[in-house]
Every structure is written in structure tokens, then in C-alpha cells.
């Protein structure tokens, strides 16, 4: 309903209410829109509430009697309102006259009544009615409350919202205001019931007496308040003020007071000169609020004790406030400050405590399972799928707890051998509580070996499971081990990722070092480390979980009987498969709790450790030479062999890149952030490259520039599992890592031109630990043209030439051997700028076209991140909204959405977007198919930008034909009405009439789809992206003499 932004003049009401004139609007509406149901509900702050007037003002009664008046509304309206009484609950007279001046002016000259009739008559577009709302805060903070969106509910403003649906909705209206810590922190003084509506309905209708008995906001601390000026109790009791809230908000000495402890208006404007001349100007009412809505953002320090940037720059704090938990590290900072949890570090628990709280555990589960028994008997003519071998030696509890696990874990048929060697406790009778297992005795401890090996024989199912008799299995954990163990024929055995009762790590992969010993990667460290959560070969993983594939370990015999009775056979036997091309994995899906020497004494242990050490050293001595020394920080380079050493043979089955001959790269991935798909901007062909390099076979590690602050879930959701993704390092940790890892990189491939001009410094410095030739420069977009024609857009004057800008951007890729453009035109650039080693990597997509006709279609759709408000999305989407959407709006139909989608990065406004009433902006969207399928036309209005549009490949890979400008459609090279719709070159009436031949013609929209889809196959797919990276990783490598030719780095 365009009409209704028309309503900001209030000359054009001719002093009609507003809610009469609404009605009347809606219902023309309703008119020329065929199944359109009009609401004719008022807005919600409109309305004149007599029994909250009377309340509010007891004398009102005896004022109408003087005046002979019996309706109170009338009253109000002849004499209230003169006399700055407020109408209703949600809007405050004094408080509106107050802040807005101007208006003041015109009631004292008679020319409105009130405050609420300028509200109602135009000011509510922009000015807000309550001390504890604000009209342009709320809209800049939900994005997703266009102007369409309040024409479907009928409702005219972002307060009507915010009370009809907002409120309800939890969301907050205003900075000193948050719905959930009011809920919180709720006092009994406050007597609103929980069916009043929202949290600030029932903050107001509890008179607002929660302003002052507790904390409705990080941002004003009531307690602290009200001790420092113990003079505002007296004002709040007088009446004067609702609340110590309000009296901060609204009194008239705004710099006189400090919300909290933790800011001050001196230190802060003597620290921030130029915010204190806006406080003088009237910009800002104190620089408090000038920190609350800017200073805080850009982490300037509220007070000489705190320093906001070095705050928001440690611990989780970015990824908390990324995830909309907090809205500055301010607020983030008090939290941690209320909750005491400020600067504390969690105690370490020792590890006896823990076992002996994993043993009572244990212990605790024993009535149930003395009740319940456990069942492993399989169905009759049922195969197992999975053959679990234990061996027993007392300890009943934690095995009952460890035989829970699998049953609990694995739903399929599980052949589960027990051997008890010779136990004394209640495991002699284990058969009393577990059915279906196959039982043998000794009648000593016969050991893990002998044990293990005299169950073998029993064994039929295709994959057999070494388990320990004292853990606790991961969700899924057998389900993964066997999904992983025949995922490939060069797969010879899975291990897990062993967790010790105290939360650290026991191992995460095992290590042979050179002299024979071994040494459980990463132990003591945190679970979730990025190194330890990636798949990747061991040489050998911990026989607690070892899951193997039956007929390998039958040929090779089991166990060798020489480690008997136990310890360095799991390690004998992964050597005896490697050695035979086989491959063992360390799968961190794959998790255990595990006691660790729960059924053994650890001094008689270390003393077996020490004599089959002998024993594999003797065994194993051609296969040690090429293991790495035992020193510690050799152990990164250790913790994976590479295939195509000379003591590993051809795994079986293998046929990939990495096979002998063509060992695994070991490739460092340089990019501004985590590449994550839902970035955009670039963000989404680095995750494709990220993709196809672990597809062809090598080993990524991905370092950010910038500290993560995606949460590791969302993180690992969109990374490949075999990439090692430093999601915990940034950039001032990076020259500490170049020499931690020094000779491990085979490649370093740097995302971005800004990125390799900014780290040239360290990557001199690190020459050393670098590969000598093999650094690659992906150039994602050549900036120069862009900023040529940005210049152009925004009719900014072009300081330098092309070629001279071309040179400056370029001048850093002398230090890499390989040059990427993103298509031939900037390959071309590339050389114009004096670099022949370039190549072309462009965009990976796939087609996958919704299934949805045109007929079934509705709406235009934009889909693009916007990090920057001076970026190409945004201004294209300003000049689509303001310059072509008007255009359209006559040609289509009422109901046609303009649906904006994409990440948005916090703290970017979009409100004035959302103004025009076709617009909805929803911001990142996890289904893009059914995003895709709903939508009848994709719009690209980009004006400037470099490389290929990689929203245009997307959209139609989708099915959805697009409508671009000709600088994307000259970018990507398709042809206009065939593959593409031409939208010109800042031709408004061109990309509108592009976009109704689309829309309105099922025949053209047909054509260009079928046309775009067969682009996407012939210059797109899979197969020639991969045959493209692979050309490059060759030339690259080949280039120079790589890491793993140079020898393995002695200490």
C-alpha cells in the first residue's frame, strides 16, 4: 500500500483522525486487489484508554463535573490534552513534548492540540511516543519489519508492530530495554500478570516499577543507581518519575548522572573530544548515549579501567556477539561482570577425582542393569554386522556400563564375544546379565593378546571391533566406525577419538617415532582443538575402540603372540597392514570416554610397555627408518604418514590423485575469514576450492586472517572432513605457526591480493619455514576496474589510469609462482599488469534446478551478502529499489514480493530499504532450494564490481533466470534472451522492462532458463573445476623441489 507512506504530511488529513483516514485508505486498497481482506483494526498505540486516564489521573473525575462533562474521552480531547495528559498506557505526552521541541512550539501557538495529535498525524513515521521506545532503533535492529510486511498486518508503524506482534515476540524496542532480562530478573514489586501481553506490556502495566527494583538492561544498573544518588528515591516517590529508568532517560541534567559503575562521562569525553561537541551541538543527549549506540560498537572505552577492544578481541567474546547473544562487548563484558564469571578460568579437576566420579557412575547404573539384563542375542538366520571382542578381567561395574554403550549406541545385529580372563568378582557370572553373548573363560588373566586372538575364530561378521571393558561410546560412534571402515577398499582399520574422564584428550591418533616408541597425539589437550578434529591416517590408533576390517586381521593372524600378554600388539598389527598398502584412519566422529588402565595396574603396564617396545623395534626396524625422530614438535609432521614414502606400498583399490607416485599436498589455505558459504562475497568459491582440493585427495589447512567468530558447529557443518580448519588463530598468531609447522606446507595458497600485500612482511620472515617455490595468489576479483567504475557510478573523480592502478593492486604477486584470476578477462588484466604466470580458476556450480513452473512461481529475488554499506550489493540494491522497483510497480500485481536475502554483517542498517512496501528482507537463508523455488525472477542490478557474479551461476543453477546488468552479463558471457535477460547500463526502464518479459512471458522465462542451465553444464561442472585445480596444483608443485622430496627434518 504505497498510499500509506504519503501520510507524512499532516496538511494532507485536513485535521481528520488517523485512524479514520487509514480505514479509508485500506478499503480502496481492498478495492482493486481481487482477494484482498482488508484489517481495520486501529494502531495499537491510538486508541483512548478511560479506565488506565482515570487511574493515571484521579482528579480527571472532578475536572469533568466542573465542566459538566460525562464522557472521559471527550473530556480528554477539550481539556486533557491541553493539560499534557497522556491518552493511554503506551504514550507519554511529557515525554513527547519534551524531546520533540518543534512540536512543543505548535501547541503552545495553538496550532495542534497535543503531542499525540501531532503522533497521530504524521509524526509516528519517524518519531518515537515512548522514553522506553524508539521508533528508528527498532527498525534498524529487525531488518526483517519492512513496510510490506506492516501493510499485511495492517499495521501502520514499527511501534504498532512492536506492540500487536513485536512484544510477544521478545524482541526490544529500545537500548535500556531487554525482554529477557526484564523476564529474568522480573520483582515482586512488580504486579503485571504473565497473560498481559509482552514483557514491555507487562513492564508498563506494572507501572514500571521493575525501572528501579532490578536490571531490565546491561546497559543501567537501578541498584547502583539509586545508592549513588540516593535524591532520585525521593523524586520516584514523589511521583516525578515512574522509575529510576526513567528518571535517567528523561531528567534534565543528562551529563549529571551515570547510568552505572562503569562508564563516565568525564573520562569518556575527555578521551572522545568530538563526541562531546556533538553533546553541545544536541546531537547526542550525554556521551553515554552516544557510546550506547556508536562508541560501544567501535569498542571505545567507557571508563578508564576497561578496554573494550582488547575484551572483544579475547575468549569467545566476537563469536558470542556474532551469534546476536549480546549486542556489543559491553553488554557482553557486564554479563560476564553480573555473573561472576569475569577473568575466571575453570579449575582443572584431578583425574582420580574424575575416574572415581566415572566408577560411581558406573556403580550407579548396576539396579537397573541387575533388573534389565542386557540383550545380544540375534534373530534367528540374522547376520551380524559388527563383531565386538572384550576381554574381562574383574571390574564389573565399568563393564556392565561399557556393554550398555554399544547395546544403547548400534541398533544392528551385534555378535558380542566376551572372554573373561580370569576374573574374580562378579564378571564370573556375567552371563547372568548379558544374553546372547559369546562367553569364554580363563581360568588365569591370560591378557589382552591371547585373549583377543582366542576369539578371533569366533568372529563372522565383516568388521570386528577391539573394545576396552571401561568406556563410554559417543553418539553414533559404531554406526560411523563402520560407515568410515567401507568407504573405501584401502581402508584397513578406524580409530577413535579417546577422551580421558577429566575432559582431556588420551589421543587423537596414535605416532611411531623412528626409535619405536609411540606417543598418543595431542594428549592432554581440549577435545574440541582444530587439530584434533579432523579425519586424517595415524599409523596407529588406541586398541579402547579399533575397529578393523575382519578378513584383513584373520589373514594376518590377530594379535602377534610375541607382545603377549599385552601392549604394542594394536601398533604391531596397524604396521603389518600399512606395510601392506592398507590404510588406518583416526576418525574424530568417532568418539570414547575412556578410564584408561581400568583393568590394569599402570606401573606392571608401563613395565610391559618397555618390554614389547623391544620386540617392535626388532620386528619393525626396516619400517621405523622412515618414521620421524621423537621430539615433540616433530609431532605435527608425524601425525599423518604420506603415501608414496618408500616403506608404504599402493594402498589397494587406490586410483586417485594421491597414489603412490602423487603423494597428498600439504596445502596452507590464507583467507580473510573462515570461508563460509552463508558469507558470500567471495567467501563461497573459496569453500568450493577448499571442497575440490580435499576431493582430489590433499590435506588443508585453512588459517583466517580473522579470528573465527562463527560457532565451530556452524563451522564444521560447511568444511570438508579431512580439512584442518584454525578457526581458534588469526593473523597476530601467524608467525608463531609458520615455525611450528615449519617445512610441513607444500603449498601456501593465499585468498585474496589485499591479504598476500599485508603478509608479505611475515612470509619474508618465515622463509625459512616455507616451501621455496609453490605460494599461490588467488586474486578472487581484480579491484581496478571495479573502482574505475564505481568511480564512475557515483561520479567520483579517477585519480590514476587503469594501467597504473593495475600496477599498485599487482605489485605484491612477484612473490607467488602462481597467479588465479577468476575468468580470462581478469587472467587478461593480470598480464596487462606484467604477470604471465596466471591461470584461470573460476566458479563451481552445478546445475540443480528447482522443480517449481513459471506458473508456480511468484516474486523477484535478491540474494547476496553485504559486509559494507559502500558495497556493490548495496548499492545495487538502493538503485533497484528507488529507481527501477517504482517502475514496476504500475505492471504488477499487488501482491508480487521483492525478497532481499543474504548475510548481512552486524551493525549495517537496512531499515531504509525496507521502506518501499514491496520489499521483505530476511536476511541468510539456510534452504536456498525452496528459496530458489518459490521465486519467478532473480535480479542482479550490480553497477560496479570485479571477477564473475557467482550470484548470477547460482541463481540459475537453481532453475531461476536472472536479469542482470551488462557489466555482469559482459563478466560471465552469456547472451541476452537466450542465456540471460540485459538489463543495460543505468537504464531503469530497460531492467524493469528485462524484468516483465521475464515475469509476465512463461515462454521466455522457459528459454532463458533451458539456456542458462546448459552454460552451467558446458562451463561449470565438477569434472573441468577439478581438472582445473589439479592443472594448477601440478604446475605449482612441480615448480620447485616440495617439502617431501627434501627429506624428513632431523632434529
Request: hydrophobic letters at 40%; one cysteine or more.
Amino acid at each position: 500500500m504505497n498510499v500509506l507512506i504519503r501520510l507524512i504530511d499532516p496538511e494532507q488529513h485536513g485535521g481528520r483522525p488517523v485512524n479514520e483516514l487509514r480505514i479509508e485508505i485500506i478499503k480502496a486498497e481492498a478495492a482493486v486487489t481481487p482477494g484482498y481482506e482488508p484489517d481495520l483494526r486501529p494502531a495499537s498505540w491510538s486508541h483512548f484508554d478511560r479506565a488506565w486516564y482515570l487511574g493515571e489521573y484521579p482528579a480527571a473525575l472532578e475536572q469533568m463535573k466542573a465542566a459538566g462533562l460525562a464522557d472521559v474521552e471527550a473530556f480528554y480531547r477539550q481539556y486533557g490534552a491541553s493539560l499534557g495528559h497522556s491518552p493511554n498506557l503506551y504514550f507519554d505526552e511529557a515525554y513527547y513534548m519534551d524531546s520533540n521541541p518543534d512540536v512543543a512550539a505548535l501547541v503552545a501557538r495553538g496550532t495542534i492540540a497535543s503531542g499525540f495529535s501531532h503522533y497521530c498525524n504524521g509524526g509516528y513515521h519517524d518519531r518515537s511516543p515512548h522514553w522506553l521506545f524508539s521508533e528508528s532503533f527498532y527498525l534498524s535492529s529487525n531488518a526483517d519489519i519492512s513496510r510490506g510486511v506492516l501493510d499485511r498486518h495492517g499495521l501502520l508503524n514499527g511501534y504498532d508492530h512492536y506492540l500487536t506482534l513485536g512484544d510477544r515476540e521478545f524482541r526490544s524496542g529500545h537500548w535500556f530495554f531487554d525482554p529477557m532480562l526484564y523476564r529474568s530478573n522480573k520483582p515482586e514489586e512488580d504486579r503485571s500478570t504473565a497473560s498481559a501481553g509482552g514483557s514491555f506490556e507487562q513492564f508498563l502495566q506494572g507501572g514500571c516499577i521493575a525501572g528501579t527494583f532490578a536490571r531490565v538492561s546491561w546497559y543501567f544498573d537501578a541498584a547502583w543507581y539509586l545508592a549513588t544518588y540516593p535524591e532520585v528515591a525521593a523524586c520516584v516517590a514523589s511521583g516525578a518519575y515512574r522509575c529510576a529508568l526513567h528518571h535517567y532517560l528523561t531528567n534534565r541534567r543528562p551529563q549529571d548522572y551515570l547510568p552505572l559503575e562503569w562508564f563516565s562521562e568525564t573520562y569518556y569525553a575527555a578521551t572522545y573530544p568530538d563526541v562531546q561537541g556533538a553533546v553541545e551541538n544536541g546531537r547526542f543527549r550525554n556521551t553515554y548515549e552516544h557510546f550506547i549506540k556508536h562508541g560501544a560498537g567501535e569498542r571505545r572505552r567507557p571508563h578508564a579501567d576497561i578496554d573494550l577492544l582488547h575484551y572483544y578481541l579475547s575468549g569467545r567474546v566476537q563469536a558470542d556477539l556474532e551469534g546476536g547473544a549480546f549486542r556489543d562487548a559491553f553488554a557482553h563484558w557486564l554479563s560476564r561482570l553480573a555473573t561472576g564469571s569475569l577473568g575466571r578460568v575453570a579449575e582443572p579437576i584431578a583425574e582420580l577425582q574424575c575416574k572415581q566420579l566415572f566408577a560411581r557412575a558406573a556403580e550407579a547404573m548396576l539396579p537397573q542393569l541387575a533388573r534389565d539384563g542386557l540383550d545380544f542375542r540375534l534373530a534367528a538366520g540374522v547376520a551380524p554386522l559388527l563383531s565386538v571382542i572384550v576381554v574381562l578381567h574383574n571390574q564389573f561395574a565399568l563393564t556392565m556400563m561399557a556393554m550398555a554403550s554399544p547395546r544403547s549406541n548400534f541398533p544392528g545385529p551385534i555378535e558380542l564375544i566376551l572372554v573373561d580372563s580370569g576374573s574374580s568378582d562378579e564378571t564370573r557370572h556375567i552371563e547372568r546379565h548379558i544374553a546372547g553373548a559369546v562367553l569364554i573363560r580363563f581360568a588365569y588373566n591370560a591378557g589382552f593378546v591371547e585373549s583377543c586372538n582366542s576369539a578371533l575364530a569366533q568372529v563372522s561378521a565383516p568388521a570386528l571391533l577391539y573394545l576396552n571393558n571401561d568406556l563410554l561410546l559417543g553418539i553414533n560412534a559404531c554406526q560411523r566406525a563402520l560407515d568410515r571402515l567401507f568407504s573405501e577398499p584401502s581402508i584397513a582399520a578406524v580409530g577413535a577419538k579417546c577422551i580421558r574422564t577429566n575432559g582431556q584428550l588420551q589421543e587423537a591418533g596414535s605416532i611411531i617415532w623412528r626409535d619405536g616408541t609411540t606417543y598418543g597425539y595431542l594428549r592432554d589437550a581440549d577435545p574440541n582443538a582444530p587439530e584434533a578434529n579432523f579425519l586424517r591416517e595415524a599409523d596407529f590408533c588406541s586398541g579402547a575402540f579399533l575397529m578393523f576390517r575382519t578378513a584383513l586381521v584373520k589373514q594376518l593372524g590377530g594379535f602377534d603372540d610375541d607382545y603377549r600378554p599385552a601392549y604394542y600388539e594394536e601398533a604391531d598389527l596397524c604396521v603389518r597392514l600399512r606395510k601392506a598398502g592398507y590404510r588406518i584412519l583416526y576418525d574424530p566422529s568417532v568418539v570414547i570416554q575412556h578410564f584408561e588402565y581400568g583393568s590394569a595396574n599402570a606401573a606392571a603396564s608401563s613395565r610391559l610397555m618397555l618390554r614389547n617396545h623391544k620386540i617392535f623395534l626388532s620386528k619393525h626396524m626396516d619400517w621405523l627408518r622412515y618414521q620421524h625422530p621423537p621430539r615433540l614438535r616433530n609431532a605435527v609432521h608425524a601425525r599423518s604418514p604420506r603415501r608414496g614414502t618408500a616403506a608404504i606400498a599402493t594402498p589397494p583399490g587406490s586410483d586417485d590423485d594421491t597414489a603412490a607416485g602423487s603423494p597428498a599436498l600439504r596445502i596452507l589455505f590464507i583467507e580473510d575469514r573462515i570461508p563460509l558459504r552463508n558469507l558470500g562475497a567471495g567467501y563461497v568459491r573459496s569453500n568450493d576450492i577448499i571442497q575440490s582440493m580435499a576431493a582430489l585427495g590433499h590435506q588443508v589447512s585453512i588459517f583466517p586472517i580473522y579470528k573465527a567468530t562463527a560457532s565451530p558447529i556452524e563451522i564444521y557443518r560447511d568444511m570438508p572432513e579431512t580439512a584442518e580448519v584454525l578457526y581458534e588463530r588469526g593473523m597476530e598468531t601467524l608467525p608463531a605457526f609458520i615455525e611450528e609447522r615449519a617445512g610441513f606446507f607444500d603449498i601456501v595458497w593465499i585468498g585474496r591480493t589485499h591479504n598476500l600485500e599485508r603478509l608479505l612482511p611475515i612470509l619474508g620472515d618465515g622463509s625459512n619455514f616455507l616451501p621455496q617455490h609453490g605460494f599461490v595468489l588467488d586474486t578472487e576479483a581484480i579491484a581496478a576496474p571495479r573502482t574505475a567504475e564505481q568511480n564512475r557510478v557515483l561520479g567520483l573523480p579517477q585519480t590514476v589510469s587503469l594501467d597504473e592502478a593495475l600496477k599498485r593492486e599487482l605489485q605484491c604477486a612477484y612473490f607467488c609462482q602462481k597467479i588465479i584470476a577468476v575468468s580470462e578477462a581478469d587472467a587478461a588484466l593480470v598480464r596487462r599488469a606484467g604477470h604471465s604466470n596466471v591461470a584461470v580458476l573460476g566458479h563451481l556450480k552445478q546445475p540443480a534446478a528447482t522443480p517449481s513452473s513459471w506458473s508456480q512461481r511468484s516474486g523477484l529475488l535478491f540474494l547476496g551478502a553485504i559486509h559494507d554499506p559502500n558495497s556493490p550489493n548495496h548499492d545495487s540494491l538502493e538503485w533497484f529499489i528507488e529507481q527501477v522497483l517504482p517502475l514496476l510497480d504500475s505492471r504488477l500485481a499487488p501482491g508480487v514480493r521483492f525478497t532481499v536475502a543474504g548475510f548481512v554483517r552486524r551493525g549495517i542498517d537496512l531499515s531504509a530499504l525496507a521502506r518501499h512496501p514491496r520489499v521483505d528482507l530476511i536476511g541468510a537463508v539456510d534452504d536456498l532450494e525452496a528459496l530458489y523455488d518459490r521465486h519467478r525472477v532473480f535480479v542482479a542490478p550490480t553497477r560496479f564490481a570485479g571477477g564473475i557474479p557467482f550470484k548470477v551461476h547460482e541463481a540459475a543453477a537453481f532453475g531461476l533466470p536472472v536479469v542482470a546488468t551488462r557489466l555482469l552479463c559482459d563478466q560471465v558471457g552469456w547472451t541476452d534472451q537466450a542465456d540471460i535477460m540485459n538489463g543495460g547500463t543505468d537504464d531503469p526502464a530497460r531492467f524493469a522492462d528485462r524484468v516483465l518479459r521475464l515475469y509476465e512471458n512463461s515462454e521466455t522465462w522457459n528459454t532463458v532458463r533451458r539456456g542458462a542451465l546448459r552454460r552451467l553444464l558446458h562451463e561449470n561442472s565438477q569434472a573441468l573445476y577439478l581438472d582445473s585445480l589439479r592443472d594448477i596444483l601440478h604446475d605449482t608443485h612441480a615448480g620447485g623441489s616440495p617439502a617431501w622430496q627434501q627429506g624428513i627434518r632431523h632434529s
